[in-house]
């Protein structure tokens, strides 16, 4: 352990659960919250996520056409027992048949148990877009199905496709998220066929099932691309939508609703591929 952290504070005052799901898919350290504000710590000064929330940022005020106050505080601290104070913070979780459980935990008798230490990559289950892939999940992969985890961060939906008896390739953006999950993978004895840094438009193949837990926005932009990489009759698992934005993602998809899971103001909405995408 370094002698000191960074603790950085981001404060906004709209679209605070946009930019948090932004954060999310950055940012593999556990994230606190404080009414608006939303604090992050680090053993690095994170100076290239936070110029990419910036420039995030000005995208959202491009698209709503809305001034976003944007406000980034950062204090370089001495090291002492936060990690510690952060672990107590957390707890299992169980999601229908999956347990999800940091390391200094055990498994669950007669579930499924998933770990993932949260200190170390976000996708703990404790987030209601995570909760409700997990449950979709659980109703929709068959044993021998092939999966693709677009946006795979901690790996979380992927190993639990794998122990539902899928084939299971991964993707990211982010290398870091990529090195995390694979590690991810190891300590739960699981295994992907694929993996690569980039996004579905980066598929060799189609697939029985897509899962995608993402900002709004980034699906939006990607739904051609995600549409192509599954099997006609295939089911698409899109998740990080925040409910005001559910139409607008909908409508950008125009593919039949199976199902949507909702909890508070978070939707996974499950839909089927009808084939013949441009």
Known sequence: MQEYYYETSITVDKFRDEIESFLMDHFYNGIEERGNTLIL????PLSS???KLEEYVKSLEEIFD???????????K???DWIEKFKKSITPVEVGEFYIYP????????KI????????????GHHETTRGCLLALQKYVKKGD????????SGILAIAATKLGADVDICDTDELAIKEAKKNFALNSAEFQHAWIGSAANAKKKYDIVIANIVADVLMMIARDLKNATNEGGILILSGIIEKYRDKVYEKFALPLVEEIQEGEWITMILQNRGANE
Request: no cysteine; net charge negative; proline share 4%.
């Open 41 to 44: 710590r680090s053993e690095d």
């Open 49 to 51: 996520t936070l110029k």
């Open 66 to 76: 809305e001034t976003i106050s944007l406000k980034i505080e950062q204090e370089k």
């Open 78 to 80: 001495r090291n002492s």
């Open 103 to 110: 390391g200094w935990y055990e498994p669950k008798e007669g």
């Open 113 to 124: 148990s998933i770990q993932i230490d949260p200190a170390l990559a976000f996708g703990s």
């Open 146 to 153: 092939s999966v693709l985890d677009v946006g795979t961060g």
